[in-house]
């Protein structure tokens, strides 16, 4: 039973991180040249897994794996967003 409901909270974390990452990208970073770069998802990622760490530790139903499933939801967010704005702008 605790294994569900951990299953469903870093998986509903994970969703919700990458619908705001995407939405963010896509609504205020539109003109930043920085977040077109390849690193930008991986720096993106790595920072949110670093500051979900700590608080992970304080919550009982997830863990370590749920800091490294936010820290990827969000970096494919960042890259999913980049590319639509780069397909949504004339010349690319």
Same mark, same amino acid.
Do not use: C, N
């Given at each position: 039973?605790?294994?569900? +409901?951990?299953? %469903? $909270?870093?998986? #509903? +974390?994970?969703?919700?991180? =990458? $619908?705001?990452?995407? !939405?963010?990208?896509?609504? !205020?970073? !539109?003109?930043?040249? &920085?977040?077109?770069?390849?690193? @930008?998802?991986? #720096? $993106?990622?790595?920072? /949110? /897994?670093? #500051? &979900? +760490?700590?608080?992970? @530790?304080?919550?009982?139903?997830?863990? #370590?794996?749920? /800091?490294?499933? +936010?820290?990827?939801?969000?970096?494919?967010?960042? /890259? $999913?967003? %980049?590319?639509?704005?780069?397909?949504?702008?004339?010349? =690319?």
């Amino acid at each position: 039973m605790w294994f569900i +409901l951990s299953f %469903a $909270a870093s998986t #509903i +974390l994970a969703i919700l991180a =990458y $619908a705001q990452a995407k !939405r963010f990208v896509t609504r !205020r970073l !539109r003109y930043v040249d &920085a977040v077109q770069s390849a690193v @930008a998802p991986f #720096i $993106a990622g790595a920072a /949110a /897994a670093v #500051i &979900a +760490l700590p608080l992970v @530790a304080f919550v009982p139903l997830v863990g #370590i794996g749920t /800091a490294l499933g +936010l820290g990827l939801a969000v970096g494919a967010g960042v /890259a $999913a967003g %980049a590319r639509e704005v780069r397909h949504k702008l004339p010349g =690319y």
